[in-house]
């Protein structure tokens, strides 16, 4: 009789039972936040009345709140709190391809000089004293092209060689760091200069829906590509030689990832400022749930990204009167996060 001892939950549960099993958890606990968030605020409002109202535009209730709580909800909280699951979603699958195509869990998506190049194309436009499309447009423009030089440089010096890609993303982001650095230095001290370093911060709140709009479908079409790339992907982070023997092809999959994942961040960024760690943090919690392989990673870090910003951006407007910005925030949780997520996976991260 076999005395083994018996198999434990993950092994008996099947990859994709085991995913399945997780995005359904993570999708419930995001649900609930999100309904728990519009309570919080110096207006606050009852969970109930945030279920009621939304109820109330599928015409299954009646209405029996005021007009005022009813614009808090849909007109200012509404979109900022899809604005953090959105921009969460988009860093978080970003940071998790990047990771995937340069085989290096600390690649974050600044690594090939975005959000760098977004920054200075904010500060730009505050300068030339743009509208607030303007800036947004100018910073999404400048990103693509922080990222196209580097990429360009890179392929100039060594094309086939994914450290050398890395190091033309330093000295990009380097070079627009200090572009950003000349502009805070000719800006106007009592009117450009604080607009430029709250971009530079981070911040959802002045997102609107018209903004939302706007961001929503190349976030939504540079993840369909994604996805339907993450077979490759996955066979990808083997190594370049496997991949090409089951037929992948290597520098299209590779332009491919990259273009999908530097729209996803420029567009990000445009609306949200810098913010970081989520890329680099999120996907490694994500890996330590489902694993490695990143058909599973894709989904989750989708949902566990969008959540983890929505929790830090409802901790910015509950402490104190006056808010934190969401860049600073992000980066005192996920500094000793990371580090406490380092300590639990010393291990072969793919």
């Known amino acids: 009789m076999d005395q083994s001892s018996p198999p434990t939950p993950s092994s008996v549960c099947a990859p994709a039972a085991r995913l399945r099993i997780a995005l359904i958890g993570a999708t419930l606990a995001v649900l609930g936040l999100f309904v728990g968030s519009f309570a919080v605020g110096t207006y606050p409002i009852a969970a109930t009345t945030v279920v009621a109202v939304f109820l109330h535009r ?7 709140w005021s007009d005022a709580i009813e614009l808090v909800i849909l007109n200012i909280r509404g979109p900022r709190i899809a604005a953090a699951l959105l921009v969460g979603a988009a860093l978080a699958t970003a940071g998790a391809a990047y990771q995937h195509l340069f085989r290096n869990p600390l690649v974050s998506p600044a690594v090939l000089g975005v959000s760098a190049g977004a920054g200075f194309g904010a500060a730009l436009g505050v300068l030339l004293s743009l509208t607030r499309l303007g800036i947004q447009g100018l910073a999404f423009l400048c990103g693509l092209a922080a990222v196209a030089l580097a990429f360009g440089l890179a392929q100039w010096l060594n094309r086939h060689s994914m450290m050398v890609m ?12 200090a572009l950003i650095s000349v502009l805070k230095v000719l800006a106007d001290p009592l009117n450009h200069l604080p607009t430029i370093t709250f971009w530079l911060l981070g911040g959802l709140n002045r997102v609107t829906a018209s903004d939302l709009l706007l961001v929503l479908w190349p976030i939504t079409a ?11 992907v996955h066979v990808l982070a083997m190594g370049d030689e496997d991949a090409r023997s089951l037929g992948i092809n290597v520098p299209r999959v590779r332009l491919l990832l990259v273009l999908a994942a530097t729209l996803m961040t420029a567009t990000a960024v445009s609306i949200s400022g810098i913010i970081g760690w989520v890329g680099l943090l999120i996907p490694h ?11 599973a990673v894709l989904p989750m870090c989708a949902v566990v990204g969008g959540g983890y910003l929505l929790a830090v951006d409802t901790l910015c407007r509950a402490i104190g009167t006056s808010e934190m910005p969401l860049g600073i925030l992000t980066a005192l949780l996920g500094a000793p996060f990371f580090t406490f997520v380092l300590a639990r996976t010393r291990q072969t991260w793919f």
């Open 285 to 295: 919690i994500v890996r330590m749930l489902v694993g490695p392989n990143f058909h």
């Open 166 to 177: 890395v190091l033309a993303g330093l000295v990009i982001s380097a070079f627009f760091q």
């Open 222 to 232: 540079a993840w369909l590509v994604l996805y339907a790339l993450r077979w490759e």
């Open 58 to 64: 599928l015409h299954l209730v009646e209405k029996t």
